[in-house]
C-alpha cells in the first residue's frame, strides 16, 4: 500500500533537490568561514597604520600546515592566552623573529641577531627591550603600533600551538581592500 502518490513522491523529491541546491553552497561557506579560513575583527590600533582598528582580516588556517613555519614579517592571529565568555581572545601581531633569533630594541630600533631591520610599515618604539633568544618552537609577536601594541614584550614569546593562522587578506571598504598584510605577499 502507497502513502504518497507518485506525483506527490515527484514533487518531494524536487523540493528537497532544489533546497539541497540553494543551502548547499551557502552550507560550505560556512563551514569554510568557520573552520578553515574565519574572518576576524581587529579590535585596537595596535597594528596601525598596517590595519586599521576595526578591520576585519581573513586569516588561513592552513596555511601553516605540515611543514611551513610561520617567517619573520607575516602577520599572524594567535591565541592570546585569555578568555572572554570561555572563547579565547585571538590577536593579530606581526612575526618579527623567529626560533634561534635574538632580538631587542635599542633607541627605538629593532634589532634581530644584532642586524637594525628596516620597518616601514612599523612606527618607531619610545621603550628599550632587553635581548631575549627565541626558544625553539616560538616567536617573537610584535604590533606595528610599537607604542600601543600589548605583543611579546608583555606576554612573553607565543608557542608555534597557540599561533592559529595566517593573515591572508585585509577585508576593508578602503583602497585597502583585499590586500595582504605579508610582507612576502608584496
Known sequence: MRLIHPKG????RKSLWD???IAGPGIC???ALRWIAPINTVPSASMEPTIKAGSRVLVNRLYYRGE????RGDVVVFDSGFRMDREPVMFTKRVVAIPGDRVAIISGELLV????IAEDYATVSNDDF???TIPEGHYFLMGDNRNNSYDSRFLGVISRSQIEGRVSRLLSFDKSFFAS???SDG
Open 9 to 12: 513522491q515527484q514533487v518531494i
Open 19 to 21: 533546497t539541497l541546491w
Open 29 to 31: 561557506l560556512w563551514l
Open 68 to 71: 611551513v613555519n610561520p617567517e
Open 113 to 116: 641577531n644584532n642586524r637594525a
Open 130 to 132: 632587553a635581548e631575549v
Open 181 to 183: 598584510p605579508n610582507q
